[in-house]
């Protein structure tokens, strides 16, 4: 009878763990960009460098959490309009999405923004990083689409943290049309492509029981905090037996209020990572197992809500791009096409995108190996040298992929047969079992 885990375990097989795949000449024989237009834009770049780094340290200076990017999108917008270039902010029916063009007609390459921050931490993640480069790869852009034909993009995309803003301007149709999408993340290696951007959804789980004196009557109440604590060991126990790269946290935000009383009401909220699709459903599945089953244990009601922000799927990432992206770096660092360590690291909604169009999520080292991402460390990091130079050189790079995929048709033919054989376009809903 198969297992529910045979997909992986297939997939596993086939696959070479801890492989680390350099770029070959072989791997990218497209033409791309004529030579004076790939060093037009990397004069431009440097020439705008000075904005993006000072761009970089006012984001970084008034960080602000999803969905209230507020300051931060005007800024983002001001800096276009210095060079003549509308932005439309609160686009997608996000107050603090934004969207700017340049050039008209077919191709249509996107470059991606975030810029949302961490609570308590600021951008631990290096989100000022992204958004600099962003912006330094479209406006290096602009000056050359004429030559290239074609339209780009800028999607600033609100909340990747923890909000999935980028899944929200699919539905919108914000990514509609467009023939690939590119970002660059900071971090402390320089890959192109991750096999560990794993997928994630989250969950809101309430236990209701019923008060009574915990002294006088203690028979006559459920309790819904002991439903929880439950829950919560019953998931502990859940890890022994999960997949080595799958991964699920939790934490309890209510428990009671006094301890005289028997708690009537407790919460669970948390998240479940896996490497792939199906994995993921598996995981979750036996997640709400464990749920219900402290519910069930304890004589209480459940309440059991998926997906209260949009789930994140696992990258996808465009192989052929990312050769490119490797290519375009390769006087200036040492970047690695594919690594696929066999972990699993965090998750992103630029994976959603990835399901949809061509896309690209490559890190750029900006910080020492062995700095925690999501740390105070990172935070401090992405203001340094170090950070400066991951803006220009993301930029430079973005900014040749995306002028690479407008100027060359047999590198689009390319990159469209890739994604067709990965699958084709798909949306969360598509592929995520119980997702809606």
């Known amino acids: 009878m198969p297992g529910p885990y045979d997909a992986f375990l297939r997939r596993k097989n086939e696959r070479l763990p801890h492989r680390a795949r350099p770029l070959t000449a072989a791997d990218t024989p497209h033409a791309g960009l004529e030579q004076v237009l790939a060093a037009q834009l990397d004069s431009s770049v440097d020439r705008l460098l000075p904005e993006l780094q000072d761009l970089s340290r006012a984001i970084h200076a008034d960080p602000e959490l999803g969905f209230e990017e507020v300051r931060t999108v005007d800024r983002i917008a001001d800096l276009l309009a210095v ?30 923004a975030e810029y949302d921050a961490l609570p308590d931490i600021g951008h631990g993640c290096g989100h000022n990083i992204i958004a600099a480069s962003a912006i330094g790869a479209f406006l290096a852009l602009r000056e050359i689409v004429a030559r290239t034909g074609g339209t780009v993009e800028l999607i600033g995309t609100p909340a990747e943290e923890n909000g999935g803003g980028k899944e929200l301007i699919l539905r ?43 002294a006088a009557a203690p028979f006559l109440g459920r309790n819904a905090l002991d439903a929880t604590v439950l829950a919560y060991q019953g998931i502990a126990m859940l890890r022994q037996h999960m997949l080595p790269t799958d991964r699920v946290h939790v934490i309890v935000p209510e428990g009671g209020d006094v301890a005289n009383v028997v708690p009537e009401r407790a919460s669970l909220r948390g998240s479940v990572r896996s490497l792939d699709l199906d994995t993921l459903a598996v995981l979750s599945a036996r997640v709400e197992d464990v749920l219900r089953g402290a519910a069930l244990a304890t004589g209480t009601e459940l309440s059991l809500t998926w997906d209260p922000t949009p789930p994140y799927l696992p990258m996808r990432p465009n192989l052929t791009l990312c050769a490119r992206y490797v290519r375009a770096l390769e006087d200036r660092r040492e970047t690695w096409w594919h690594v696929d360590t066999g972990d699993s690291s965090g998750s992103t909604d630029m994976g959603n995108v990835s399901y949809w169009v061509p896309a690209i999520h490559p890190t750029i080292a900006a910080a020492p190996i062995g700095m925690p991402s999501h740390s105070g460390q990172m ?30 048709a047999q590198l689009r033919e390319a990159v469209a047969d890739e994604f067709d054989r990965s699958g084709g376009p798909q949306r969360a809903s598509d592929v995520l079992p119980g997702y809606h």
């Open 83 to 112: 060079h003549g270039v509308p932005a439309q902010v609160g686009a997608f029916g996000l107050p603090t999405a934004l969207r700017a063009r340049a050039g008209s007609g077919e191709p249509r390459v996107a470059v991606v």
């Open 172 to 214: 919108a149709g914000g990514f509609d049309g467009i023939g690939a999408a590119v970002m660059a993340h900071p971090g402390n290696r320089d890959v192109a492509s991750w096999s560990s951007l794993a997928g994630v959804r989250r969950l809101e789980a309430t236990f209701t029981g019923a008060a009574a004196h915990a």
């Open 379 to 408: 935070a401090e990091q992405s203001i340094t040298e170090a950070g400066d130079a991951a803006i220009r050189d993301a930029a430079r790079a973005l900014a040749r992929v995306a002028g690479d995929f407008l100027a060359d």
